[in-house]
């Protein structure tokens, strides 16, 4: 679920009914939903639990329905029953944000064994997930924000979000306070960025222009100078660097100068992921890296070249030359690319990139025995766009994958799938795609 609803990674219904063929009757039906219409659904069915200013963000629920007649399946009767079985497990009963959900251990309503739920309340979430974006590029896992526009949307600059972001600033690593200011300027509307540095450091001169190039939203809009947008938001960031360090000098130690293999952040809890599918390519990476000339003899030619091979893996999964930082933690992690690195779709995407991206989509095809007739949109739309949960630290990650009943064709792989392991990787994927 998208924007402000209640978030549900995946839901399953349990029901009972008078034969088979009447069960498989409703399921058929359930399958000819359309995502948007089964998600406004399950929020009209949350939506009654929780108070106005609040939300659920499940990773999978599962709600026993009864028994349904085939002919009794509608969206009104599927959102009535689903009501109905979350009320009886007293869902609403939870009070604190930070505690999961725990269903009876004799019931199917609620979130599954070892996929909690938790409540957040909206304005108290904002202020805390700006924060770990601004530090990570990631968006909580319990927020109820899918995307940064909602997350903006709902953000209420108080006293203790001003502190927040102050402590942000002056405890990072320089690394840290780089890549804070380029994801707040490069993000957020101009007047939360404006009202943050004021407001965080009003000793500080104003270092926010009011520069709508420097809005990467905007970037689709109308033909962008990629080159002098580029320039003019690091002079932003340089100059508030400066001021920043002479006036508040960062109380953190030190960053160690970072190699060209650095390490993927741990993790805390479970990650939910876009575009998961895009390790099916893994065997493919290296030489596509090295026939573009961001890698050499298995090595990222600089940091630079790190972040534009993992935009050019979302352009591999999407088709789409904008992104939005949250969205590539797969990416990130298959390039190996560290938090205070931003990915953020400042610069264009080279065409000669992106043609050869065409072209390792097509080898991946003919190298895959039984898959047909697939064109690199239809692998995309059916392998590499799937959702996905990243768990674990960085030396034991595992990526669970959302499966679909065209996995079947997964069995004609001529290459592993259960485990990644990259060159430049500090530590073998364990994938879960089964």
């Known amino acids: 679920m998208s924007g402000e609803a209640h978030r549900v990674g995946s839901?399953?219904?349990?029901?009972?009914g008078p034969d088979h063929a009447a069960l498989l009757q409703w399921r058929t039906r359930l399958e000819a939903v359309g995502p948007g219409e089964l998600e406004q659904a399950l929020d009209i069915a949350l939506r009654d639990i929780l108070p106005p200013d609040e939300l659920l963000v499940i990773d999978r629920l599962e709600v026993d329905l009864g028994e349904f007649a085939a002919d009794e399946f509608d969206l009104p009767r599927l959102t009535s029953a689903t009501r109905e079985a979350l009320h009886r497990q007293a869902i609403h009963a939870i009070r604190r944000p930070d505690v999961p959900i725990q269903p009876p251990a004799d019931s199917h309503a609620g979130a599954a064994e070892g996929h909690p739920a938790y409540r957040v309340r909206l304005s108290r979430s904002a202020n805390a997930?700006?924060?770990?974006?601004?530090?990570?590029?990631?968006?909580d896992r319990a927020a109820p924000f899918t995307d940064l526009a909602a997350l903006y949307e709902a953000l209420e600059i108080t006293s203790a979000t001003l502190e927040a972001f102050r402590h942000l600033l002056i405890t990072g690593t320089m690394l840290m306070r780089r890549a804070a200011l380029l994801r707040l300027y490069a993000t957020a509307p101009r007047n939360v960025a404006q009202a943050l540095m004021t407001g965080g450091f009003p000793d500080l001169p104003t270092a926010v222009r009011a520069d709508d190039d420097l809005r990467s939203s905007r970037l689709e809009a109308r033909p962008v100078d990629y080159k002098r947008q580029s320039s003019r938001l690091e002079q932003v960031i340089d100059d508030t660097l400066a001021k920043l360090d002479t006036e508040h000098p960062s109380s953190a130690v030190a960053e160690e100068p970072r190699t060209e293999n650095p390490e993927f952040q741990s993790l805390s809890g479970a990650l939910p992921c876009a575009n998961a599918g895009l390790v099916l390519l893994h065997p493919f990476l290296r030489p596509y890296f090295e026939g573009t000339g961001l890698m050499r003899e298995g090595v990222f030619a600089g940091s630079r070249e790190r972040i534009i091979a993992s935009r050019m893996l979302h352009f591999i999964a999407t088709g789409e030359t904008s992104h939005e930082e949250p969205d590539l933690v797969i990416p990130r992690l298959l390039c190996n690319v560290p938090d205070e690195r931003p990915v953020l779709p400042i610069d264009g995407l080279d065409p000669e990139h992106i043609a050869e991206a065409q072209r390792m989509l097509v080898a991946a095809i003919d190298a895959w025995e039984g898959i047909g007739h697939a064109t690199p949109?239809?692998?995309?739309?059916?392998?590499l766009q799937r959702p996905g949960?990243?768990?674990?630290?960085?030396?034991a990650l595992q990526l669970t994958i959302e499966r679909s009943g065209i996995d079947i064709l997964l069995d004609r792989l001529p290459w592993a799938l259960s485990l990644v392991k990259l060159p430049w990787m500090p530590a073998p994927l364990k994938v879960d795609w089964s």
């Open 129 to 139: 997930v700006l924060m770990t974006y601004l530090a990570t590029g990631q968006l």
């Open 389 to 395: 949960v990243l768990r674990g630290s960085s030396d």
């Open 11 to 16: 839901a399953r219904f349990h029901i009972s």
């Open 377 to 383: 949109d239809g692998i995309r739309e059916t392998f």
